[in-house]
């Protein structure tokens, strides 16, 4: 092949290329950054910022010599004159990002640079474009030869920003996390001999928190700026530790047994809190996204605000467990403790069985209304007596037991003691009202006997207190 023919066969080549390639001398880029050095400058950034005209000029002296037919399809051109004529329009707003970056590589003595940019076809059209540089080899003194590749990634683009656009706009909170640093941990661990994760946390409590440090938070979504109360995503990205404490750890280190057994898809309920200190109940999904599962440098964390599930769920379960007019435990509530305390019983048990004097009365006399408030003040006396672990619950209309673990049949007595002198202050407080009159009985555990007899012993002793206060005030009209 002669010379002639080989020159022919690479502009072929040129010309007929599935890729847009230019051809440009960028020896007036050469020249500018001589003028620079020998003016002693030694930061191309630092003067690009002072002197955002440099970048213009620079653009100006780009001297286009040849595209081939693809560019001129891509960018709707008819011909290469209109195309040259007209770079103008092709190559504006954004463009001077990439070019700058352009620059800086030829500054630092690259011959060739990769990045992404936007053009514009003649008929307006913006491109993604993936961009590479090439000084030729014989032109790298003055930069006379430069060939240019421009991919178009459009579609790539588009589908990135669709799925961004998904990602940014979900309903729920997204996280998009690198966890690399935990599944090197792991690895360092198993090159130790450490087989059992559950054993070495608990042996090394630091190792959960270390943990935490590790995950690298690389985006989150409007959705979870909003539930937990940033400005911003910058401003909640530096205070994630504000966010994650507490309980947080607890369920962290059960997340870390699953990844450490293969389990790379879970599902959680934790609680984490807004910046300004509020608790989220949070439902937590974590997935290592496919292809990523030897390395966990891309998982995708979700977070769903249950905070009003769980708060419908705590006062249905008061519901369950609690006397709705008085705020007391029920008697569904005291029958199951009542079990908990027989199946671990350990004496002594005291028990306190109370029930209002006079009731039917108020009822008949004042209405329900008065009646009610008077079963409430009792419920409050009651509550007042106990001690932190008795269980006060309202067992019938006006009967109520009060369950003290641990009490002996002194400090049992001593509590008759502080109700009856709590029963003498509230009728102080509610001077206008009805009032309160409890009878009390009392009994206390000893081994062999079960506590349902213990209660009923109580009970009992109940019965006679109000037959005494029924006889005394019998006996005060009969002497009026």
């Known amino acids: ?10 502009l072929t080549l040129f010309e007929y290329a599935p890729i847009s390639m230019w051809e440009e001398d960028f020896s007036g880029i050469k020249h500018r950054f001589q003028e620079l050095q020998q003016r002693g400058i030694q930061s191309l950034a630092e003067y690009m910022q002072d002197h955002p005209e440099f970048i213009d000029a620079c653009m100006r002296d780009i001297v286009v010599k040849r595209v081939n037919q693809q560019t001129l399809s891509l960018f709707k051109a008819k011909t290469q004159a209109d195309l040259i004529a007209n770079l103008d329009r092709v190559f504006r707003d954004n463009m001077r990002q990439h070019f700058a970056s352009e620059l800086m590589a030829l500054w630092q003595g690259e011959s060739s640079w990769t990045g992404e940019g936007v053009n514009y076809t003649l ?31 459009t579609a790539r683009k588009n589908a990135e920003r669709r799925f961004e656009s998904l990602f940014e706009a979900s309903p729920i909170s997204l996280w998009e996390e690198d966890w690399s640093g935990i599944k090197e941990f792991f690895d360092e661990l198993r090159t130790q001999g450490v087989t059992n994760l559950v054993a070495y946390l608990h042996q090394h409590p630091d190792a959960v928190a270390q943990c935490m440090g590790k995950i690298r938070v690389v985006n989150v979504n409007q ?12 401003k909640l990205l530096d205070n994630l530790d504000k966010v994650f404490r507490d309980e947080m750890g607890k369920h962290f280190a059960k997340e870390l047994e699953d990844l450490w057994k293969g389990v790379l898809c879970y599902e959680r309920e934790g609680i984490n809190y807004t910046l300004t200190g ?16 030897e390395t966990f440098k891309w998982v995708l964390v979700s977070l769903q605000d249950i905070t009003a599930r769980k708060k419908a769920e705590e006062y ?8 709705v007019m008085t705020g007391v435990y029920n008697r569904t509530y005291f029958e199951d403790i009542l079990r908990e305390l027989e199946l671990e019983r350990r004496d002594p048990i005291s028990v306190i069985v109370a029930d209002l004097n006079g009731l039917k009365q108020v009822n008949d006399t004042m209405g329900h209304q008065a009646g009610d408030e008077l079963i409430r003040r009792a419920a409050e006396v009651l509550r007042a007596s106990g001690n932190p672990g008795d269980v006060v619950a309202r067992i019938g209309g006006d009967e109520f037991v009060l369950v003290m673990p641990n009490a002996t049949e002194k400090e049992c007595e001593k509590s008759i003691k502080h109700i009856n002198s709590l029963i003498e202050l509230n009728n102080k407080y509610y001077d206008h009202a009805p009032r309160l009159s409890i009878a009390l009985g009392a009994a206390t555990s000893v081994p062999g006997i079960p506590l349902e007899k213990v209660i009923s012993l109580a009970d009992d002793a109940m019965y006679k207190a109000k037959g005494l206060y029924y006889h005394r005030r019998k006996e005060d009209r009969e002497g009026d």
């Open 1 to 10: 092949m002669t010379l002639l023919e080989s020159e022919d066969h690479y």
């Open 123 to 153: 008929a307006g059209d913006a491109l993604d474009i993936r961009m590479s540089l090439r000084v030729i080899p014989q032109a790298e003194q003055d930069w006379s030869q430069v060939l240019i590749t421009l991919e178009d990634i």
């Open 223 to 234: 959705k979870t700026v909003d539930l937990l109360k940033a400005e911003s995503k910058e």
């Open 278 to 293: 509020e608790p989220v109940n949070i439902q937590l999904t974590v997935r290592v996204m496919p292809g990523y599962e």
């Open 316 to 323: 249905l379960r008061y519901l369950g467990t609690h006397d």
